[in-house]
Structure formats: structure tokens, C-alpha cells
T-cell receptor
Framework: DVKVTQSSRYLVKRTGEKVFLECVQD?????MFWYRQDPGLGLRLIYF???????EKGDIPEGYSVSREKKERFSLILESASTNQTSMYLC??????????????FGQGTRLTVV | QKEVEQNSGPLSVPEGAIASLNCTYS??????FFWYRQYSGKSPELIMF????GDKEDGRFTAQLNKASQYVSLLIRDSQPSDSATYLC???????????????FGSGTRLQVQP
């Protein structure tokens, strides 16, 4: 059974804190993604990675960084949390580098509140 | 910039009816198409994917793809109150993808099935 696990379901952090969101998948997928989801805006891609130590910016990378030291783990880092980063964060992974196999599987989501 | 458009709804149907959800996309070269279901407060779960023009059926769900019209739809037959959720259309691949392999999501259509 496909499994993508995010480390926290709910987080409350203070403005200016450094925040780490962890994601682990057990399906040996090469591709991992971080999205944020906000009402009316849908899912927006923050960063993604095709391989260990590799990262690419998505559509809204400002204020975020990522780390992929191992194939199964992809971390999202908020360098200095701000209130406009309050959101639902979703990690996803898939195995495909062609059309087939690009169906993405999601973790349970982390609802982050920055106060 | 890739765009995926969905009517936000809510789409309200009576129990037992057919629910029809629609999605259009801007990148004519897109190659992979997905429907996700998202219950309130939960992460998206994959319902169906389709790669070729035509219909694809899975139980009560049918996905329809028309690449010439850049249109994807999801039909839910015999709708149940448990089908009440937000349905996200996602698109992958295409000329603008430049190897990103990431999916572009619509903002979702909220479906309400009335008992």
C-alpha cells in the first residue's frame, strides 16, 4: 500500500521561527513535491526533487527551502516563518519520468499556523 | 503558464443522480490527466487517471478526455452522500512541462450529494 507520511498533522509556530516539515515515502519513488493549499487558490507547487541532493523551484519558492539527503525523505524549511505562510502543506510523490506513473500520492497534510 | 480551470461550485445533485464535473486546461501538449477527491480537512486521494482520448470507466466513475477540446470530465453515477467532497482536476506533461513532472491542479469543484 502506497504510503506518504508527513511528520506533523498540526503545527503552531511564531513569526520568525525556523520551521521544518518532514515527509517520508516508502514506495522508492524518485520524484517528490511540496505543495501548499489555500482556499480559492488550489494547490501551488513550492519545490520538487527528482533525485537525492537535487531540488528545483516550483511556482512559489520564496521564503522556503528544501532538503533531500535520502531518497525517501524530502523536507520543507521555512527559514523565517511569517503569517502569510499559514496554510495547509501537502507532500506528494510519484515514480514516473514518462507519462505513465505520474499519478501522485499525497501525505495527510500539515496545517501550519504562524502567529 | 499552465492553467487548469474548474467551476468552484457547489454542484448539488440528489442521491442516485449522475454528477458531472468538468475541467479545461490550457497546455495543448498535456499528456496525463487525473481526478482527485478531497474531503474537508483531508489530503487529496487519487480516483482516476486517463492518458488517451475517450472514456475510462472504474466502478461508478467515468473519466472522459477530449484533447482536441482540451477538456476532461468526471462522471459519478448513482451519487451517494459519501461522494460529497471537493474534486480536483490535475494535468501533467506537455510542452510547457520542460521535464518538471509536477502536476498542475485546478482549484476544485465542491460536490454536494443531497440525501
Amino acid at each position: 500500500d502506497v504510503k506518504v507520511t508527513q511528520s506533523s498533522r498540526y503545527l503552531v509556530k511564531r513569526t520568525g521561527e525556523k520551521v521544518f516539515l518532514e515527509c517520508v515515502q516508502d514506495m522508492d519513488h524518485e520524484n517528490m513535491f511540496w505543495y501548499r493549499q489555500d482556499p480559492g487558490l488550489g494547490l501551488r507547487l513550492i519545490y520538487f526533487s527528482y533525485d537525492v541532493k537535487m531540488k528545483e523551484k516550483g511556482d512559489i519558492p520564496e521564503g522556503y527551502s528544501v532538503s533531500r539527503e535520502k531518497k525517501e525523505r524530502f523536507s520543507l524549511i521555512l527559514e523565517s516563518a511569517s503569517t502569510n505562510q499559514t496554510s495547509m502543506y501537502l507532500c506528494a510523490s510519484h515514480t514516473g519520468d514518462r507519462v505513465e506513473g505520474t499519478e501522485a500520492f499525497f501525505g495527510q497534510g500539515t496545517r501550519l499556523t504562524v502567529v | 503558464q499552465k492553467e487548469v480551470e474548474q467551476n468552484s461550485g457547489p454542484l448539488s445533485v440528489p442521491e442516485g443522480a449522475i454528477a458531472s464535473l468538468n475541467c479545461t486546461y490550457s497546455d495543448r501538449g498535456s499528456q496525463s490527466f487525473f481526478w482527485y477527491r478531497q474531503y474537508s480537512g483531508k489530503s487529496p486521494e487519487l480516483i482516476m487517471f486517463i492518458y488517451s482520448n475517450g472514456d475510462k470507466e472504474d466502478g461508478r466513475f467515468t473519466a472522459q478526455l477530449n484533447k482536441a477540446s482540451q477538456y476532461v470530465s468526471l462522471l459519478i453515477r448513482d451519487s451517494q452522500p459519501s461522494d460529497s467532497a471537493t474534486y480536483l482536476c490535475a494535468v501533467g506533461g506537455g510542452a510547457l512541462d520542460t521535464g518538471r513532472r509536477a502536476l498542475t491542479f485546478g482549484s476544485g469543484t465542491r460536490l454536494q450529494v443531497q440525501p
